[in-house]
């Protein structure tokens, strides 16, 4: 069973899990720079082959670092009852028993605050604003 938070423990742990929300982005577009950077190399040998050379060794190396980092940060957020949504845009949702429903309380790096929600089904295009009364409650 999926951990349930109340209003106020989504947003402390937030402001606790926000630095590895973060840090879970940054080191996600990272990981794409280092597969770009192995990928353009490739295009410049031929027949496309792209072992051996020190950028994809590099890359390669930085690479399986960054996964191993990522999958550190991923496992933390997710032991602390967080559901990870999208890794490239720090989308991440509690669940919550609101009104008597199960619903996301969701967040996504760079807001300055928890403040939307949506349904279970409707996902982020369904995101709404905490209604005040949900705020009293907590």
């Given at each position: 069973?999926?951990?349930?938070?109340?209003?106020?423990?989504?947003?402390?742990?937030?402001?606790?899990?926000?630095?590895?929300?973060?840090?879970?982005?940054?080191?996600?577009?990272?990981?794409d720079?280092?597969?770009?950077?192995?990928?353009?190399a490739?295009?410049?040998?031929?027949?496309?082959?792209?072992?051996?050379?020190?950028?994809?060794?590099?890359?390669?190396?930085?690479?399986?670092?960054?996964?191993?980092?990522?999958?550190?940060?991923?496992?933390e957020?997710?032991?602390?009852?967080?559901?990870?949504?999208?890794?490239?845009?720090?989308?991440?949702?509690?669940?919550?028993?609101?009104?008597?429903?199960?619903?996301?309380?969701?967040?996504?790096?760079?807001?300055?605050?928890?403040?939307?929600?949506?349904?279970?089904?409707?996902g982020?295009?369904?995101?709404r604003?905490?209604?005040?009364?949900?705020k009293?409650r907590?």
């Open positions: 069973m999926p951990r349930l938070f109340t209003l106020e423990e989504a947003r402390l742990t937030l402001a606790q899990v926000r630095p590895a929300v973060e840090e879970m982005t940054a080191q996600k577009a990272r990981l720079q280092l597969r770009a950077m192995v990928a353009m490739g295009d410049r040998r031929p027949g496309g082959f792209y072992g051996g050379s020190a950028i994809t060794d590099y890359a390669g190396l930085a690479a399986a670092q960054t996964v191993r980092l990522l999958n550190r940060i991923v496992h957020l997710v032991a602390a009852g967080i559901e990870i949504k999208d890794v490239d845009r720090g989308l991440i949702d509690f669940r919550s028993v609101q009104d008597d429903r199960i619903v996301y309380l969701c967040w996504m790096a760079g807001e300055p605050e928890l403040d939307w929600y949506h349904e279970l089904a409707a982020f295009s369904g995101r604003p905490i209604p005040e009364h949900w009293r907590d």
